[in-house]
């Protein structure tokens, strides 16, 4: 039993303290919604991988030695528990890593220290610059007409005139007065 912890204490101060070169497989989509040993669910478009020793949270950079891509990973899960693997990468890193169509690739991990990088992305990118201009006086357009609005109807005013115009029935000689509500 104590050898056992010790070989574990040496696995996890080597995996921590250099560069590891090895295998990286993915877990496939059809693995979304699962439970990993971290507890939280995986996602196939989450940015996270399984390793055996390093601990819950730790940021991976992980290149791809291929063709040079790099993606930044969480450890959430433990694994992979194949021989000669390092790494199982989420669906959605595998694709960052353009290792899909091959399934299993050759990468080189490493622990990555963020310093004022965006969590998951490596800063390659220059962010655009804002206006955020307030304006004191806001006048809104009354004059637009949205589809879902009902249309109020306008009283129809020659129909009103005619009416007011029309004699009584009783006689032709009597004048109509009618008052108008204001």
């Not at 104590?2 to 059809?30: E, N, R």
């Amino acid at each position: 039993m104590l050898f056992l912890s010790i070989g574990m204490s040496a696995q996890t101060k080597q995996a921590s303290s250099s560069v590891q070169k090895g295998k990286a497989s993915y877990y496939s989509k059809k693995a979304t919604g699962a439970r990993t040993a971290s507890g939280a669910r995986l996602h196939h478009d989450s940015l996270t991988c399984a390793h055996r020793s390093l601990p819950f949270g730790t940021m991976l950079k992980v290149k791809n030695l291929a063709n040079g891509k790099e993606v930044i990973v969480k450890v959430t899960d433990r694994g992979p528990y194949r021989k000669g693997r390092i790494i199982d990468l989420s669906w959605g890193a595998a694709k960052e890593l353009g290792m899909l169509a091959a399934g299993i690739q050759a990468v080189e991990v490493q622990i990555y220290h963020p310093g004022k990088a965006i969590p998951f992305k490596p800063m390659d990118y220059e962010l655009p610059e804002m206006d955020f201009t307030i304006f004191n006086e806001y006048v809104p357009n009354t004059t637009l007409n949205f589809r879902n609005e009902k249309k109020e109807k306008q009283p129809n005013t020659k129909n009103k005139q005619q009416n007011e115009k029309k004699p009584s029935s009783g006689s032709s000689s009597s004048t109509v007065i009618k008052h108008q509500h204001i």
